[in-house]
C-alpha cells in the first residue's frame, strides 16, 4: 500500500485539505433534500468548478463528492443501483482537476456512514456495512482516488466496518469522527477511543481525527486529547472545523465564522498537533485562502492552554476538557452506556 499522505508530508511539515462541499454546491443551485452525488453524473462541470475552487486557493487534499455515495445513502433518492456510476464519475472528475493543478493535489474518496445503526443497537449487520463500504470504496478507486477518507462517523463499529471495506481496494485510508456531544461523538465515542483504534486496528488507518462537531475551538481540544492518550510521535491527526456556528439568515443557514477566524484555527490547530488542517460546514474557498497563508506562515509554538483555546476561538464543553485534565469522574454518566450508548442518528451531510 503506497502512503500518499506521509510522501507528500516529507516535501511539507503540514497539509491543507479543502473546505466544505454541500454549503458551495447549494451556492450553485442544489436543493435541499437533492442528491449531491447525483450532480457528478448530472452536473459534471459544476462538480469540476468546486473541486478546482479549492485547489486554485490552496487545497493540497480534496475530498470527492460522494459522502453519501454508500448504497444506504443512494436508496433515499432511489439510486442505491448507481453506487459504482456516481462514485466513479465523483473521482473521476476530481482526478481530472488534480492532474491538471500547478502543485500536487491528492484526490481522497469521501465516504460518509450509512446512516443505519449497527447490530446490537439497529438492524445493519458488520458484514452488510462492508459490502456496502467495499462496494463504494472500489468505484472510488477505479475512478483515480489516491485515498480514501472516511469521515464524519460517529461509531467504532462503523468505523472499523468502513476500514475492513476500504482495505479491500489496497489504498490508504484516512478516517475522522465527529465529536459533538460533551466531547464525545453520538454514539460516545472519545478522541483517545479512536486513538486507540488507530494504534490497534486490523486495518489501521493512516491518519484520524475529527471533522464537523460545533465548532473549532471543540475540534482542536479533541486534537489536544488525541495528543494525550498517544506518546507516538508518527500519529498523523486530521483538523477539519466548521466554519463557525450556524445561524439562519434571510431564511438560509450561514456559518458565522470569517476567514480570519479560520486562520486562527489553523495556527491553533498546528500547535495543537494537527498535520492535515481543512475545514468542513460553512467553509468556503475565501476561508481556504485565509487558511493557507496561515498555514504557510506559521511557525509551530507551545500546545495551547483550555484557557488559550476558549480565549482564541471560544467556549469548550465541559466533557472535552475533563478529558484534557484526565478527569474521567466528571464523563462517568454524561453518555450512558459507554462508547456503545445509543443516541439518536441524524443523517446529515458534509457540509
Known sequence: MSDCLRELLKTRPYLLADGATGTNLFAMGLQTGDSPELWNVDHPDRIAANYNSFIEAGSDIVLTNTFGGTSFRLKL???????????????????ECADAADHTVLVAGSMGPTGELMEPMGALTKESAVAAFAEQAQALADGGADLLWIETMSSIEEVEAALEGAATTGLPAVTTISFDINGRSMMGVTPADLVN????????????????????????????????????????YVAKANCGIPEYVEGKIHY?????????????????GAKIIGGC??????????????????????????????????????????QNRGDMSVLDGAVSGGNGAPRKERRRRRG
Open 256 to 272: 458565522n465564522g470569517t476567514p480570519e477566524i479560520m486562520a486562527e484555527y489553523v495556527r491553533m490547530a498546528i500547535d495543537s
Open 281 to 322: 460546514c460553512g467553509t468556503t474557498p475565501e476561508h481556504i485562502r485565509a487558511m493557507r497563508e496561515a498555514l504557510d506562515n506559521h511557525i509551530k509554538g507551545d500546545k495551547p492552554t483550555i484557557e488559550e483555546v476558549e480565549t482564541r476561538l471560544g467556549e469548550v464543553s465541559t466533557g472535552a476538557k475533563a
Open 197 to 236: 483504534l488507530y494504534e490497534n486496528s486490523e486495518h489501521p488507518p493512516v491518519a484520524c481525527g475529527s471533522n464537523c462537531g460545533v465548532g473549532a475551538s471543540e475540534l482542536v481540544v479533541a486534537i489536544l486529547n488525541m495528543g494525550n492518550a498517544s506518546d507516538k510521535e508518527e500519529n498523523i
Open 77 to 95: 433518492h432511489d439510486a442505491q443501483d448507481r453506487v459504482t456510476e456516481l462514485n466513479h464519475a465523483g473521482a473521476k472528475v476530481a482526478r
